[in-house]
C-alpha cells in the first residue's frame, strides 16, 4: 500500500474510531484532555508497530489493538507521577530492589530493539527465518538446527549468514 492510501487509512481510523477510543480512555478515569492526549499517543504508539500496515485490511483488529493501547496508555496516564499518591512502606526495601536493575532507559531501548528485530525477521523468508528463531533466538546449535528443518548444517550456516545480511540492513534502515 502506498503511504498515501496508509495515510487515508489512519485519517479514516481516527474519525471512526476517535470518540469511542475516548470513552475507553474517560472510562480508566482520566479527565477529556488526558483522555485526549493517551488516545492520541496510542496512534502513536499504533503507527510505530512494524505490523501496522500489515492491519490496513483488517479494520475490527484495527480497532481493537487501538482500543487495548488507549486502555494501556489511560492507565499509565493514571499511575504517572503527577497523578499517583505516594506508597508508604520501607524505602530501604526499594532501594535493594532497584540497585540491581536496568534503568527505564535501558529497557526501553532493549524493548524498541527487539520489537525493531521482529518486524524485520517477518520480512525473511520462512525458512531464514525459522533458522534466525532457533539459532540466535532458541540458542540451538547449527546441527540440532538443520537437523530439525531438513537441511545440511552447511546449508544453516550459510542461511544464517545471508540472513544476519538482510536484518542488519533492515535495522539500519529502520534506524
Same mark, same amino acid.
Given at each position: 500500500?502506498? *503511504?498515501?492510501?496508509?495515510?487515508?487509512?489512519?485519517?479514516?481510523?481516527?474519525?471512526?474510531?476517535?470518540?469511542?477510543?475516548?470513552?475507553?480512555?474517560?472510562?480508566?478515569?482520566?479527565?477529556?484532555?488526558?483522555?485526549?492526549?493517551?488516545?492520541?499517543?496510542a496512534f502513536v504508539t499504533?503507527?510505530?508497530?512494524?505490523?501496522? +500496515?500489515?492491519?490496513?485490511?483488517?479494520?475490527?483488529?484495527? +480497532?481493537?489493538?487501538?482500543?487495548?493501547? $488507549?486502555?494501556?496508555?489511560?492507565? /499509565? #496516564?493514571? +499511575?504517572?507521577?503527577?497523578?499517583? +499518591?505516594?506508597?508508604?512502606?520501607?524505602?530501604? @526495601?526499594?532501594?535493594?530492589?532497584?540497585?540491581?536493575?536496568?534503568? &527505564?532507559?535501558?529497557?526501553?531501548?532493549?524493548?524498541?530493539?527487539?520489537?525493531?528485530?521482529?518486524?524485520?525477521?517477518?520480512?525473511?523468508?520462512?525458512?531464514?527465518?525459522? &533458522? &534466525?528463531?532457533?539459532?540466535?533466538?532458541?540458542?540451538?546449535?547449527?546441527?540440532? $538446527?538443520?537437523?530439525?528443518? #531438513?537441511?545440511?548444517? /552447511?546449508?544453516?550456516?550459510?542461511?544464517?549468514?545471508? @540472513?544476519?545480511?538482510?536484518?542488519?540492513?533492515?535495522? *539500519?534502515?529502520?534506524?
Amino acid at each position: 500500500m502506498s *503511504d498515501k492510501g496508509f495515510l487515508s487509512w489512519v485519517t479514516r481510523l481516527v474519525l471512526l474510531h476517535r470518540r469511542d477510543l475516548l470513552g475507553v480512555a474517560r472510562h480508566q478515569g482520566l479527565a477529556a484532555e488526558d483522555a485526549l492526549d493517551a488516545v492520541q499517543q496510542a496512534f502513536v504508539t499504533f503507527l510505530r508497530l512494524p505490523h501496522a +500496515r500489515a492491519l490496513t485490511d483488517e479494520e475490527e483488529d484495527s +480497532r481493537k489493538l487501538l482500543t487495548v493501547l $488507549v486502555r494501556n496508555e489511560a492507565r /499509565n #496516564g493514571r +499511575r504517572r507521577h503527577h497523578r499517583s +499518591r505516594p506508597h508508604l512502606g520501607a524505602p530501604a @526495601a526499594l532501594e535493594e530492589l532497584d540497585a540491581g536493575a536496568p534503568s &527505564v532507559e535501558a529497557l526501553i531501548t532493549a524493548a524498541e530493539a527487539h520489537v525493531t528485530a521482529l518486524g524485520c525477521i517477518d520480512r525473511l523468508g520462512e525458512v531464514q527465518a525459522r &533458522v &534466525v528463531t532457533l539459532r540466535l533466538l532458541d540458542e540451538l546449535p547449527g546441527e540440532a $538446527v538443520a537437523e530439525q528443518l #531438513g537441511l545440511t548444517a /552447511n546449508h544453516v550456516a550459510v542461511l544464517l549468514h545471508r @540472513a544476519k545480511q538482510q536484518l542488519r540492513e533492515c535495522i *539500519d534502515e529502520r534506524a
